[in-house]
């Protein structure tokens, strides 16, 4: 299995500009999680989706963010516009049904805006 | 606050030396888990305790966690220059059931 994929790995951005972050998580698990890591907050879980249903957005810090699962192969975190705070490392995650069973993190997409 | 919070934030050893690392939380778990993460890459799992085990173990790897003082340990043994990196844990709640990290511990092994 490639296991959980992410695009792009990088992006630079301008202040203002709309900014999409992909994923496709491990084929046959039901959860995808989206996180933000920064070195002041840590790893912060932003939302995650069960059946491709969210379940829990709690952790969006505002509307200029928000999430899509379209298909069990398919997740968006999109961000407009986008502001130089929104700067951090992207995460998505899958696990096999549910919160408690271990997660399988992507590589990341690192975020830089401008 | 974290839920789980580990401590040391930082800890260097020589290579053959074990490392320990500590994890507090606050509330009642399901499960604890502890993750490695390299630098620049995505987080890894290492090892999952229930709330109802005292110890575990995988390779080199030893956890351990005590519901009644709230808190987990995980014992590298015989580290080597590849362990260098950050050691998650992360706790669930029962009440909300979603995975909460604490802020990680950077190990430095020395060759």
């Known amino acids: 299995d490639a296991g959980v994929i992410q695009s792009p790995r990088h992006e630079v951005t301008e202040m203002g500009q709309e900014v999409t972050l992909r994923c496709k998580p491990i084929?046959?698990?039901?959860?995808l999680f989206w996180y933000r890591q920064t070195m002041m907050r840590g790893l912060e879980l932003l939302i995650y989706?069960?059946?491709?249903?969210?379940?829990?957005d709690s952790g969006m810090p505002e509307d200029r963010f928000s999430a899509k699962m379209p298909n069990a192969s398919f997740s968006t975190l999109k961000i407009q516009p986008s502001e130089p705070r929104d700067s951090a490392v992207y995460f998505c995650?899958?696990?096999?049904?549910?919160?408690?069973?271990?997660?399988?993190f992507g590589p990341g997409t690192r975020l830089t805006v401008l | 606050s974290q839920q789980g919070e580990e401590d040391p934030q930082a800890l260097s050893i020589q290579e053959g030396e074990n490392a320990t690392m500590n994890c507090s939380y606050k509330?009642?778990?399901?499960?604890l888990q502890w993750y490695r993460q390299n630098s620049g890459r995505g987080l890894v799992h290492l090892i999952l305790i229930r709330s109802n085990e005292r110890e575990k173990h995988s390779g080199r790897l030893r956890v351990t966690l005590d519901t009644s003082k709230k808190s987990s340990s995980l014992l590298i043994t015989a580290s080597r220059a590849a362990d260098t990196a950050s050691y998650f844990c992360a706790t669930d709640l029962p009440a909300n059931s979603k995975l909460t990290f604490g802020k990680g511990i950077t190990l430095s092994v020395r060759p």
């Open positions: 084929s046959g698990h039901n959860s």
């Open positions: 995650a899958s696990s096999r049904q549910g919160v408690l069973n271990e997660q399988f």
């Open positions: 509330t009642s778990i399901n499960n």
């Open positions: 989706f069960n059946n491709n249903v969210p379940i829990d």
